[in-house]
């Protein structure tokens, strides 16, 4: 490579459909910075030998995605306190020689919140629905900013069992608990909420499926979906029309995508730039 190019990438299988590279490229483009944001195919088995050639090659930095997101973990030098607890990372940092993982989803969420939203996380009580890998860095995000109380719903109970467990044996986290999907059980349950999370994939790709009965939910709630495609989920939708406020996940993409480019370079996003950039690209897919 060329001296005095940044190189950066994702690391992925499949990583075709990664709106990554648009992000990063555009911000590279945008600050003037010589380099480019490439997509790197990496199959399960592989990593190692990828992470060494990434690192042989001079390349700064790579965000990591499904399905490396925890197996990246054995072959790093050192963990950030977020990525340590959740136990996984999207964000590698080749430093000088050593490979530093990060988690910024967790981060980019609750920035997303703050920024997009104008609202603080610190107290609140939190209904998480979901307990896959997304679920897991927003829980372990939420633990540490100090939420009041998460309650997971999942609809594989041992999963999202598992979850709470997790925020209790890494973080000391004593406030969570897993719900049971009952319908009935969960309308009562809301009034004693503020903020709802979709961090299942329900939603995601079309159809009309809603992760939860929206019975209950309503001008009292801040309902976040972190599906982006579409942008209007119908969750979101259905939650608007019962007069709930509602974050949709554009700003959460943005918002790790921004944090692992100071990271890299020490410079914030152009923001305002990619967000068009995303909403125009999301309107056409
Ligand atoms: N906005 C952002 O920046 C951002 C960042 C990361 C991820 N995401 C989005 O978040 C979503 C989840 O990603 P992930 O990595 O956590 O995936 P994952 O690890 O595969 O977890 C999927 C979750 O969705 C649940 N689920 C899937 N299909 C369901 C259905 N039909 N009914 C009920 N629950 C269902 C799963 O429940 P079970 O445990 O029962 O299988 C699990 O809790 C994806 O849509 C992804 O694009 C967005």
């Avoid at 060329?2 to 190189?7: I, K, R, S, Y």
């Avoid at 979901?130 to 860095?137: E, M, N």
């Avoid at 790709?205 to 942008?231: A, K, M, N, Q």
Wanted: net charge negative; proline share 5%; hydrophobic share 40%.
């Amino acid at each position: 490579m060329a001296e005095g190019q940044l190189v950066l990438g994702i690391i992925g299988h499949p990583v075709g459909h990664s709106l990554s590279p648009l992000m990063h490229n555009e911000a590279l483009r945008n600050l003037g910075i010589k380099g480019f944001y490439v997509p790197f195919e990496v199959k399960p088995g592989e990593i190692e030998a990828a992470l060494s050639g990434l690192m042989a090659l001079g390349v700064k930095g790579v965000n990591v995605t499904i399905p490396h997101k925890q197996a990246v973990l054995e072959h790093l030098d050192q963990l950030d306190p977020v990525s340590a607890a959740t136990k996984a990372v999207n964000t590698i940092d080749f430093d000088g020689g050593r490979v530093v993982g990060y988690n910024t989803d967790g981060a980019g969420f609750v920035a997303s919140l703050r920024e997009d939203a104008g609202e603080e996380v610190g107290g609140k009580r939190v209904l998480l629905i979901g307990a896959g890998g997304a679920a897991r860095g927003l829980a372990v995000k939420l633990a540490m900013e100090g939420v009041s109380e998460i309650l997971v719903i999942n609809r594989t109970p041992e999963k999202g069992e598992a979850l709470v467990k997790h925020l209790e044996a890494g973080l000391s986290y004593t406030h969570a608990e897993f719900v049971p999907l009952k319908n009935d059980e969960l309308k009562e349950l809301l009034p004693g909420v503020d903020l709802i999370i979709n961090a299942t994939s329900v939603g995601m790709g079309g159809g009309d499926e809603l992760p939860i009965s929206p019975e209950g939910i309503d001008d009292r709630h801040l309902v976040c979906d972190i599906v982006y495609t579409p942008l209007k989920t119908p969750f979101l939708e259905e939650c608007r029309r019962r007069g709930a406020r509602t974050l949709d996940g554009l700003g959460m993409l943005i918002h790790q995508g921004d944090l692992a480019f100071q990271i890299w370079t020490g410079k914030r996003f152009p923001a305002g730039r990619i967000r068009r950039l995303l909403m125009e690209k999301l309107k056409t897919a």
